[in-house]
Nanobody
């Protein structure tokens, strides 16, 4: 059982920065592969970034070089640092977790709204 809570979404101007946080509870954080997804208006949910328990990362081409995902095990948290934000980054951002012990399961947070606009 995993509960995920995202925070940090806000209104930000183009070119600005924002850091999203996701706190995991109810399970062993060190066994979780974490990911950030986003859903832009009128589009399907898409994968933004992933990070393994060993801190290996992947990024979507659309955010590569601008976004950075990290995790802090003591805080059971994963972060998404977003720089050089563009209007097309506007979306609801979701935290996702998949346990290494059972990769058929997945868990989702409620989402946090990011709006990039001048």
């Amino acid at each position: 059982q995993v509960q995920l809570v995202e925070s940090g979404g806000a209104l930000v101007q183009p070119g600005g920065s924002l850091r999203l946080s996701c706190v995991a509870s109810g399970s062993v954080f060190s066994y979780l592969v974490m990911a950030w997804y986003r859903q832009q208006p009128g589009k399907q949910r898409e994968l933004v970034a992933t990070i393994t328990p060993g801190s290996s990362t992947t990024y979507a081409d659309s955010v590569k070089g601008r976004f950075s995902v990290s995790r802090e095990h003591l805080k059971k948290s994963v972060y998404l640092q977003m720089n050089s934000l563009k209007p097309e980054d506007t979306a609801v951002y979701y935290c996702n977790a998949v346990p290494m012990t059972d990769r058929t399961r997945e868990y989702w947070g409620q989402g946090t709204q990011v709006t990039v606009s001048s």
